[in-house]
Nanobody
Framework: QVQLVESGGGLVQPGGSLRLSCSPSGTGFSIYPTGWYRQAPGNQRELVARITSGGDANYADFVKGRFTISRDNSRNTMYLQMNSLEPEDTAVYHC????????WGKGTLVTVSS
């Protein structure tokens, strides 16, 4: 059974930083694209960033220059470094594995507030 587990969320002040991590169990992920999505209350889930197995990344316009997606295939872990956080970044952040039907983690809550 494939499961994805996110960690690293929390409460941070505007302008602060957080690093999210995602690790799968039941599968490796080195050959599959993976990504981070977020969902704020009342909003649809939206793509934040995506990275291929070769390390090519693309970002939503609203995070370009602030967030960095990366992966360590040897540790079977994906990261999202989030800098210059804004209150509008408050959401539950989910990792996604593009294997077969696709797999989602349950998410980690990021709250940006003073």
């Amino acid at each position: 059974q494939v499961q994805l587990v996110e960690s690293g969320g929390g409460l941070v002040q505007p302008g602060g930083s957080l690093r999210l991590s995602c690790s799968p169990s039941g599968t490796g992920f080195s050959i599959y694209p993976t990504g981070w999505y977020r969902q704020a209350p009342g909003n649809q889930r939206e793509l934040v960033a995506r990275i291929t197995s070769g390390g090519d990344a693309n970002y939503a316009d609203f995070v370009k220059g602030r967030f960095t997606i990366s992966r360590d295939n040897s540790r079977n872990t994906m990261y999202l470094q989030m800098n210059s956080l804004e209150p509008e970044d408050t959401a539950v952040y989910h990792c996604h594995l593009e294997r077969g039907p696709g797999y989602w983690g349950k998410g980690t809550l990021v709250t940006v507030s003073s």
